[in-house]
């Protein structure tokens, strides 16, 4: 038996020599920067670039931002150190988030709010703990492209991200400013979503009208426009390569079509054809039909912040409405509802004996609805956005991933590795638990795309990551 193995084993060395010096040589290919510099990478954005989840920033999350993903591929190919305002490991939940706790009976998710080894320095105003080191990634959670002129953004009175990486002794420094003081050879750019997704997640019901607040409203055109051409200007003052990012359909997002599908399974079972709401600024009122929901034509959405006053619908109820009336005055619990907010008396009361939903008296509230006409007016300025953006991109030769097609091609999700992917809440593995942001398996998955923008455009052979090596959405 051994005078077997020795013969079939001699045979097998003799054929693989011959083998291979016949065949010709086979080159893998080898990693390369191509026409791109990595050496100094640098990140602007908002809460995506920042590694936002769950619906607060940890250090976690930090680490497995898409910017910090990329660079450490980067580093394949002659990138450099890639500097993050981290929180300690003592403060590591940072902003605090939400984690999952459990499911109900009826298979509707229980969140929790992670309270514990926060990073809060003062709760009124909200402020974090300071870092005040040199940073490679300058994402601020909620910027908008309309901010990034804002002098005094990062004083205690402004953005408390921008304050927590700002110098005490130049509050007065504005985002752009910031952006053009970074030292860099190479950079990434997705910012943008704020400026149309803050509108569309709260309802269209604080733009305009006595309730009107910037932060909620959809920045003009021009001052996008504008806006965005004044970071590219300093991004390559120097002749620095980068890649720019479009902004998704937020109609695509688990925040707007979780809730919407169960509400029309509610009202189909109890034969209700519809419901009423306030609109807009709560100026007037509509008639919704059951079939409109999450409809491709004539839609209309339910965010995820629904969820909890949705099972409310065609009861007799003011748990909206109280909830709302007793943050401005404590003390008001009748039947009847006379808002005030900000001192200003609103223009409707509400009746909260009669039917939630289902009366005039007692509408579904504007912020708790996307109507048809608010739907188009996102949609028609994302597409104004992406427009811009995409010029932007031909006109510097700068790479561009196209994050508004890539999230729309993945609609009907897909597989790799043997895990299915998909944009449905929870079970999706893309989407964390505020319905908007990526999981970080889902910040990796954006890594990839964006480096395989950068090689085609670049000529480069940047590695991709392994998406396996991230958590999806952590279950109890």
Known sequence: MKKFFYKSSTLALFAAVLLSSCDPEIDTPSSSAGEADFAKYVAVGNSLTAGYSDGGLSRAGQLSSYPAI??????????????????????????????????????????????????????????????????SNLAVPDIKVADVKTAGYGSTQGNPYFERITPDNNTSQTYLQRVQAADHTFFSMWIGNNDVLAYATSGGAFSGGMLNSPARSITPTAVFDA???????????????????????????????????????TLAANNIPGF?????????????????????????????????YAPLLGQPTGR???????????????????????????????????MFGLSALNPLPSALLLDNTERQLVQATTEAFN?????????????????????????GGFSANGVNYSPAFITGNLFSLDGVHPTPRGYAIVANEMIKAINTKYNARVPQTDITQYDAVRFP
């Open 70 to 135: 990329m660079a450490e591929q980067f580093q394949e190919v002659g990138g450099g150190e890639f500097a993050q305002p981290l929180f300690t490991e003592e403060q590591r939940n940072g902003s605090g988030y939400l984690r999952l706790a459990g499911f109900t009976p009826q298979g509707s998710p229980i969140t929790a709010n992670v309270t514990e080894n926060l990073a809060i320095r003062s709760l009124s105003p909200r402020l974090y703990t300071k870092y005040l080191e040199p940073i």
């Open 227 to 265: 806006n965005y051409s004044e970071l590219i200007t300093a991004l390559t003052a120097e002749g620095q390569k980068g890649v720019l990012a479009t902004i998704p359909n937020v109609m695509a997002l688990p925040f707007f079509t979780t809730v919407g599908p169960s509400v029309k399974q």
């Open 276 to 308: 009423v709401a306030l609109t807009g600024s709560g100026n007037s009122r509509i008639q919704v039909a059951a079939e409109q929901i999450n409809a491709a034509q004539n839609g209309v959405y339910i965010p995820l912040t629904a969820a909890a």
């Open 320 to 354: 909206y409405w109280r909830d709302l009336a007793r943050q401005v005055s404590p003390s008001q619990d009748a039947a009847v509802v006379r808002l005030t907010l900000g001192g200003l008396l609103l223009n409707f009361q509400i009746d909260t004996t009669a």
């Open 387 to 411: 427009d811009i953006i995409k010029a932007q991109a031909n006109a510097r030769g700068l790479a561009l991933f196209d994050a508004n097609t890539y999230f729309n091609s993945i609609l």
